[in-house]
């Protein structure tokens, strides 16, 4: 499947601009990490993309979050790499490869970047930096769905924290304005 698809799939599956937004964060992240890693940043780009497919499908149910996603893709041309790591975001299966790691700590990292901005004395993602992300970071109240002990299971990569948020940060400001931050 091509980026091309794939967005339009995203456009199609999803009216909320928020959640488009979302799936467009996480992608940059996942291509980003992916670089640093040596890895596909197609394949991790697509997957970052397509995560959250059948979010508003099964936001009512979210036991059924990702087996949406995998119906809608089984008959179009999709790694099945790439569906094991959407459920494993998910929990649906046990992470265990880079790719699963890697999107089960962008995934709520990237909430936390969006909530931090909105923060900022500026509310301008391009003005935020490491520092003011980690301030944030260990207040326990800020962003509570952003699951700290999820993002921190970046380890599982053998990746530092901090070059993780460093690298996710550095990803969604290069889409600064596809995210209206």
């Not at 964060?25 to 197609?42: G, P």
């Not at 569906?83 to 990237?110: F, N």
């Not at 993602?125 to 700290?148: H, N, P, Q």
């Amino acid at each position: 499947m091509k980026r091309e698809e794939a967005f339009q799939l995203v456009q199609k599956h999803l009216k909320n601009k928020n959640l488009i937004k979302h799936s467009l964060a996480v992608e940059a992240c996942m291509r980003a990490v992916a670089e640093r890693l040596n890895k596909d940043v197609q394949k991790w780009g697509l997957t970052g993309l397509l995560h959250d497919l059948d979010y508003e499908m099964t936001e009512k149910s979210p036991e059924r979050h990702t087996d949406e996603t995998v119906n809608i893709l089984k008959d179009e041309d999709v790694d099945p790499e790439i569906l094991r790591t959407i459920q494993a975001h998910a929990g649906k299966v046990s992470c265990e490869s880079e790719m699963e790691w890697a999107i089960y700590s962008i995934d709520p990292l990237t909430g936390l970047i969006v909530a931090a901005t909105l923060m900022h004395p500026s509310k301008k993602l391009k003005e935020v930096d490491l520092d003011f992300i980690k301030r944030r970071y260990k207040e326990k109240s800020f962003a509570r769905g952003a699951k700290r002990e999820d993002i921190e299971q970046i380890k599982n990569i053998g990746m530092d924290l901090d070059e993780f948020i460093s690298i996710c940060l550095k990803a969604m400001q290069g889409i600064h304005k596809e995210l209206g931050l």
